[in-house]
Every structure is written in structure tokens, then in C-alpha cells.
């Protein structure tokens, strides 16, 4: 599966914005998905997680505030950004990996077997 990250940008605080993934290829159903962000001197960290049975896991730092979903019929994945902080600041991948679990979700970058090319997210303060 190849993927596609978008929707990135430049953004004051407090504001929002809506991340999308575009899979090609077959059966994205069966796919668990991810979203990871990495700044600056930091290492890559799990922002968000959704099984393919649509169970979803949001880091504590974004919980209340970032919500991930998909839908299977666009072969898309979503991350819903609202009141945005500058310490979101960071480039934001999505991954994938193949999963014959309902619920599974893989915490560890090491766990996804497919990543896009990453969407830059810049707030200011």
C-alpha cells in the first residue's frame, strides 16, 4: 500500500486543522492506521491510532483535542486538529500495517510496515 499525507500547514493557536491519508492499492479495510509526529531533536511519537474495527487510541497529550477516524470506502484516513497549540508543532506521518485484528492497534513506529512522506504542521503562538 502506498499512502499520501495532506492537509498540513501554517496555523495560529487555538486553531484547527484536518488531516487526510490517501491509500492506494487493495484492501485498506484490513490495514490498522496511525498517525506519528516528529520535532525538531525529538523522536517519532504516536499521535493517534485506529484499528481496522475502527477502535481508536489518542496520545494523552491530544486527547480532547485530535480526533483520528476512517473511512474504508475513500480509502482515507483523518486527523481532526482542533485548538491547536504550538507544541503540535511538528511533521506528521500516517502508517499502516496489515492486521487480522478487530481491535489491534501498534503503539511503536516499528509496528507499521508502510509509511507516506509526511505533511509539515506549523503553530504559531
Known amino acids: 500500500v502506498q499512502l499520501q499525507a495532506s492537509g498540513g500547514g501554517l496555523v495560529q493557536a487555538g486553531g484547527s486543522l484536518r488531516l487526510s491519508c490517501a491509500a492506494s492499492g487493495r484492501a485498506f479495510s484490513s490495514y490498522a492506521m496511525a498517525w506519528f509526529r516528529q520535532a525538531p531533536g525529538k523522536e517519532r511519537e504516536l499521535v493517534a491510532g485506529i484499528s481496522t474495527g475502527s477502535t481508536t487510541y489518542h496520545a494523552d497529550s491530544v486527547k480532547g483535542r485530535f480526533t483520528i477516524s476512517r473511512d474504508n470506502a475513500k480509502n482515507t484516513m483523518y486527523l481532526q486538529m482542533n485548538n491547536l497549540k504550538p507544541e503540535d508543532t511538528a511533521v506528521y506521518y500516517c502508517?499502516?500495517?496489515?492486521?487480522?485484528?478487530?481491535?489491534?492497534?501498534?503503539?511503536?513506529?516499528?509496528?507499521?510496515?508502510?509509511w507516506g512522506q509526511g505533511t509539515l504542521v506549523t503553530v504559531s503562538s
Open positions: 502508517a499502516a500495517r496489515p492486521s487480522t485484528s478487530y481491535y489491534s492497534i501498534s503503539y511503536s513506529p516499528g509496528g507499521y510496515q508502510y
